[in-house]
């Protein structure tokens, strides 16, 4: 029982990385119809931030080695300006391009960061220690949890509050939903598009830096593709809780989390190997169950 | 004087397909203005070119004596020029009250914005049930209700409606257009309006432009045009010989 209860706790912590950077993903795609590849490389450039630019094998922690309080903000604010400038220099200019237009530029920006940080950073991953006092486990109630494994599904219902306040409330935030739902009828009415487009990018790569550094203080590696596999599992998360559905992309990153932890805990050993299968298996069943993703979005379901 | 609006030679082509021919019309101050004409003739086009939806290949629209910025819809719902788009578009999953919120964000300040809610919610106590209600739930009557009252709360000088009466029971489409005069009235509105048939436009427009095409085939006062034969033939496009052509004449009449 208390194992099974790790392995929950196991399943949220990893289900709410991927639920963060599937609502990163998802707005996107919600306000502009662009699927952004590039989001796993803003996750990436979070984490590098910390570090000293050079190809040393050894990494030198510069804001890294700061005060949380300070350290959070400048990531954050590291990263929104790279997903702004991306908006601005690539997509602004593609903005009445089709969605398989933006999708392939999109991978374009991926690349283009993940061969800039090998160019600055040197191609060996480097070992980073962030947050180590994160790593020590609280004992609550026969459980023994890491506090980092809190820390990061604490972390990731608080963003998701203030970020649904945000959109229910904040009078940007009603612009924003409006957008999504009919960005040229939003228009019509005085709704500057390009603004909230730039607001969308700017949420989406604060979104991101939260998860360089939970992900980062989890793994603690640094690797040139580090997001991929972020934004792969997301990008499914995505189509599994409804394209275009920000509440579908949150149920579908915890339902990835879960499956995968369950499956790497309760597969026989001989078939962990292919546990990612098994979570892709399971995707497309759930896929031919429910076509639209478990939450659609009401907007994409009027579109089609 | 000139004219409120103004479009002269306006064309607009969807990759290779011509949606507007060299298109001119005029609207004029405190007017009710009809654009009628059949499915595909380019009414919606003629409106999207004027709200900014659209690229204009050539021409010009001017309005108020500037002449508007082709594809900047945001600028120019700020120079008081509203459109409600055939089909409604009300943003379903928001509710009443947001939606109407949304065309008043541009106004200078909040405090004059919650007076044109109030102000608006006045003209449809019907909405003013359903206040919190998401607005893909609301029949299809009191979301046309819903675009003409977010359309007003961006302070607008000339409303440009697309089919006002698509989809909806006479009777609504009756109240609708009671509204929209009384719209006229208090507010000092001019009206630029769709409609694909011409029976009830008769009765409330000031001046009629008949479109098939891509471009206007008659135009003339509602009174000009009162016994609806030169409307239909500009409509089906049969010159004179209307009678002996056995038209589907409902469609016009
Ligand atoms: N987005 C678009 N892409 C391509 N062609 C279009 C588009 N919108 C309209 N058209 C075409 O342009 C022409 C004019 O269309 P428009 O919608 O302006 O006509 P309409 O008079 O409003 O018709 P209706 O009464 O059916 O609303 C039609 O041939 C239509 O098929
Ligand atoms: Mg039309």
């Known amino acids: 029982m208390i194992n099974f209860l790790q392995n929950v706790i196991d399943a949220l912590s990893l289900g709410s990385l991927y639920a963060l950077v599937a609502l990163g993903i998802g707005l996107l795609f919600g306000i502009l119809r662009l699927v952004n590849f590039a989001h796993g490389d803003f996750i990436t450039i979070g984490a590098y931030s910390l570090i000293l630019p050079s190809t040393n094998v050894v990494a030198t922690m510069v804001i890294g080695s700061w005060h949380w309080a300070v350290l959070i903000p400048v990531v954050c604010a590291i990263v929104v300006v790279v997903a702004m400038a991306t908006d601005v220099f690539v997509f602004r200019p593609l903005r009445r391009s089709s969605a398989p237009t933006l999708m392939i530029a999109s991978f374009a920006v991926s690349y283009m960061i993940q061969n800039g940080v090998l160019m600055m950073y040197g191609a060996r991953p480097k070992a980073v220690n962030l947050w180590s006092a994160l790593t020590t486990q609280v004992t609550i109630g026969g459980l023994r949890e890491p506090v980092l494994q809190i820390v990061t599904i604490g972390t990731t219902i608080g963003l998701m509050l203030v970020m649904s306040l945000f959109l229910k409330h904040a009078r940007w935030g009603v612009q924003m939903r409006a957008a999504a739902e009919d960005f040229l009828m939003a228009q019509y009415l005085g709704v500057r598009g390009n603004f909230v487009i730039g607001l969308a990018f700017a949420v989406s790569g604060i979104l991101a830096a939260a998860v360089s550094l939970l992900f980062l203080a989890q793994t603690g590696a640094l690797s040139n593709v580090m997001g991929v596999p972020l934004a792969l599992f997301a990008f499914v998360a995505v189509v599994v809780g409804g394209m275009g559905s920000l509440p579908g992309a949150v149920v579908g990153g915890f339902l990835v989390g879960i499956v995968t932890t369950m499956l790497q805990a309760y597969l026989p050993p001989d078939l962990r190997v292919f546990r990612d299968a098994f979570t892709f298996t399971f995707v497309i069943v759930v896929l031919l169950v429910r076509p639209a993703g478990l939450i659609p979005s009401r907007s994409i379901a009027e579109r089609v | ?253």
């Open chain 2, 1 to 253: 004087m000139t004219a409120m609006l103004a479009l002269a030679d306006v064309e607009v082509r969807y990759g290779r397909l011509v949606a507007l021919r060299g298109l001119s019309l005029e609207v004029g101050q405190g007017e009710i203005v009809c654009l009628i004409g059949p499915n595909g003739a380019g009414k919606s086009t003629t409106m999207a070119a004027i709200a900014g939806g659209v690229a204009r290949v050539a021409g010009s629209i001017r309005f108020e004596g500037t002449e508007l910025p082709a594809r900047k819809p945001e600028r120019i719902a700020r120079l008081g020029l509203s459109l409600v788009p055939e089909g409604r578009h009300v943003f379903g999953t928001l509710t009443v009250e947001e939606n109407l919120r949304i065309g008043g964000y541009m106004r200078p300040n909040a405090r004059e914005s919650a007076a044109a809610l109030e102000r608006v919610a006045g003209y449809f106590p019907k909405l003013k049930e359903r206040w919190r209600a998401p607005a893909g739930r609301l029949s299809g009557g009191e979301q046309q209700m819903l675009s003409i009252g977010r359309a007003l709360m961006t302070n607008p000088r000339l409303v440009m409606v697309d089919e006002p009466s698509l989809g909806l029971a006479p009777l609504i489409v009756d109240t609708v257009y009671e509204i929209l005069l009384e719209l006229r009235e208090r507010e000092g509105l001019t009206l630029l309006i769709n409609e694909q048939s011409s029976h009830r436009i008769l009765r409330f427009a000031d001046r009629i432009y008949v479109i098939r095409n891509g471009a206007i085939q008659l135009h003339g006062t509602a009174d000009e045009l009162r016994d609806g034969e030169a409307i239909k033939a500009a409509y089906f496009g049969f010159g004179a010989s209307v009678a002996q052509a056995g038209a589907p004449s409902g469609a016009a009449a």
